[in-house]
């Protein structure tokens, strides 16, 4: 008895694995479609922000993620757009992630046509830019000093979806998904210095960075990782890959702890029969 | 000599350290005209550090190859993938697609870079399977508290996990597992969050005080 249970503790990874792959490949074959009973608040204050912008309002959309973690973001980005796009407000599509520009380019061949949106009157995608200090700091300033051309070599000035949009005080926020410290940065050098509201949607690990900026409410709505992505979809009521991604994820979290378990039992009772 | 190499820079990090400084203060024109011009000079030399950074990458791994030091066999892919994406580039003037069909370059990166990127960020789950299963022991009392936090914490964020609680636990009509996750959040998360945020606020402050006034001058080389 002992010595299996030693044996099952030094198993071979690889079986592991294997049983990950089983559990994570399952789902996608057969959906179980269990959904969350629960929605976080921050997650309804997202919901909330954006359900209370005005028609014709301008917003800033960030898509600052490069696709390592586009299955995570990229739902809780198109769900974004999408809602924004139901409230007719003015998007603003910008990256400073050399990654970002060829999921831009994937939202922007679904999301707009579904919606009846137009280039140029509706939304605008900006080109990469590389230093994001500069360029948040300059748009306080002037915007088209820091944009003067958009993703496909337009010129941005006089497009009929800029009409009126100078700084930040023409603006009704910023919505910034992402995976790196890029929230950080809107939040201390645009939310805070220029009074502009900014909602995020970041990975379930970066979440929980986010509580102190939730609390102090300098950050108004945040979606955490899948979860958070699925709580918005089923808000926004049009579920989609994050919700579909919640059955893998469901199953893979209960193995972790019952592989947590199972070993710290076994050490326990080999413990005990020394 | 000495001025040209270590005064004058000295100088220059001092006056433009402070000019920026007070721009956050002082909501002027002038300070708003300083720091646009700041802006642009930022991106033309961060243009510069892109390309010299991208140099010194080449250079690295050629140098692998030439000399076949250990493991200069993946240094080719350094070269494969860098004109995987730059020849598509270039081909096509930097755009990912044309009038809804992917160029060259869209065609790169969505099929090559994307499920590369994604590939190796999930093979992580199953180093982290593993390990969780091969190395969370819980052999003291912080290691029990940190197993209860993280096995709270799991279980809470998926549905599954919030229906087992219900399940085992619902009966005893305390708190539901969203409460207590939004307890460990709020309270000791954010708590230590913030202690580390100030921690490390207040030694850029002082690493930034330090370069603006001379005293850290590591940034300026050897000579």
Not at chain 1, 208 to 233: A, D, K, V, W
Not at chain 2, 106 to 122: I, Q
Not at chain 2, 185 to 208: C, E, H, N, W
Request: hydrophobic share 45%; glycine share 8%.
């Amino acid at each position: 008895m002992k010595d299996r249970l030693r044996r099952f503790l030094n198993i071979d990874r690889r079986w592991l694995f294997l049983l990950l792959s089983v559990v994570m490949i399952w789902p996608i074959i057969h959906p179980s479609g269990i959904a969350g009973r629960t929605t976080q608040q921050s997650v309804k204050d997202f919901y909330d922000f954006i359900e209370n912008l005005k028609e014709n309002d301008f917003v800033i959309l960030g898509v600052d993620y490069d696709p390592s973690i586009k299955p995570e973001l990229q739902p809780q980005a198109v769900a974004a757009l999408r809602h924004l796009f139901r409230r007719n407000v003015r998007v603003c599509i910008l990256t400073f992630i050399s990654g970002a520009p060829g999921l831009i380019e994937e939202i922007k061949q679904t999301v707009p046509q579904e919606a009846g949106k137009e280039y140029g009157k509706d939304y605008v995608v900006m080109a990469y830019n590389p230093n994001y200090m500069a360029a948040m700091t300059q748009m306080s300033i002037d915007f088209y000093k820091a944009y003067e051309k958009d993703a496909e070599g337009n010129t941005v000035k006089g497009m009929p979806v800029m009409k009126g949009i100078n700084t930040y005080r023409d603006m009704a926020g910023v919505v910034e998904i992402t995976g790196t410290g890029m929230l950080d940065a809107w939040v201390a050098y645009v939310g805070d210095k220029y009074n502009v509201p900014i909602i995020g949607g970041t990975t379930a690990i970066s979440q929980l960075g986010y509580g102190p900026y939730l609390q102090n409410r300098q950050l108004l709505g945040l979606l955490g990782g899948m979860r958070g992505g699925s709580e918005y979809e089923t808000l926004t009521g049009r579920k989609d890959k994050a919700t579909s991604g919640i059955d893998a994820l469901n199953l893979s979290h209960m193995l972790v702890i019952i592989l947590i378990l199972t070993s710290n039992i076994i050490l326990l009772v080999l413990k005990e029969k020394n | 000599m000495l001025i040209i190499k270590k005064y004058i820079p000295l100088a220059i990090v001092m006056i433009v350290g402070l000019l920026t400084l007070a721009t956050y203060y002082v909501p002027a024109k002038a300070s708003q005209a300083y720091l646009s011009t700041l802006n642009q000079w930022e991106v033309i030399v961060s243009g510069f550090a892109f390309l010299l950074g991208l140099i010194s990458l080449l250079m690295t791994h050629y140098k692998k190859i030439v000399r076949h030091e250990d493991g200069w066999g993946y240094s080719i892919f350094v070269f494969l993938g860098f004109l995987a994406v730059v020849i598509p580039g270039i081909i096509s003037h930097g755009a990912q697609a044309d009038n809804g069909t992917l160029t060259s370059l869209g065609w790169s990166f969505r099929y090559l870079y994307n499920p590369l990127a994604s590939t190796m960020f999930a093979v992580l789950a199953f180093y982290i399977v593993s390990t969780a299963f091969r190395s969370f022991r819980i052999k003291s009392a912080q290691a029990f508290v940190l197993f209860i936090a993280a096995f709270i914490l799991i279980l809470g964020n998926v549905p599954a996990g919030q229906m087992l609680w219900d399940t085992l636990l619902g009966w005893t009509g305390c708190c539901s597992i969203s409460d207590i996750i939004q307890w460990i959040m709020q309270v000791p998360s954010v708590a230590a969050k913030r202690g580390i945020m100030i921690g490390i606020t207040i030694g850029a402050v002082v690493t930034s005080l330090k370069i603006i006034f001379g005293i850290e001058r590591q940034y300026m080389g050897r000579d």
